[in-house]
């Protein structure tokens, strides 16, 4: 099973300064694919009937 943990909000540098990221099977950092996250979402969930996901937010503005 593999598991993305997406850190909205947070710049990659900024995590790297406090994580061990050697501790991690695999880390890397990518270029975000929206500046908000409805924009994220779209471009990263094209087709949602591939896609097993759980979303888990507190923002109140993912309705969008």
């Not at 950092?29 to 009937?49: L, M, N, Q, V």
């Not at 507190?58 to 309705?63: A, E, F």
Request: negative net charge.
């Amino acid at each position: 099973m593999d598991t993305l943990l997406a850190l909205y909000a947070c710049r990659a540098d900024l995590f790297e300064e406090i994580a061990d990221t050697d501790t991690y099977d695999s880390y890397e950092h990518a270029y975000s694919g929206g500046s908000a996250i409805y924009e994220w979402t779209k471009a990263s969930f094209r087709d949602p009937a591939k896609i097993d996901c759980v979303y888990v937010t507190g923002n109140p503005v993912v309705s969008r």
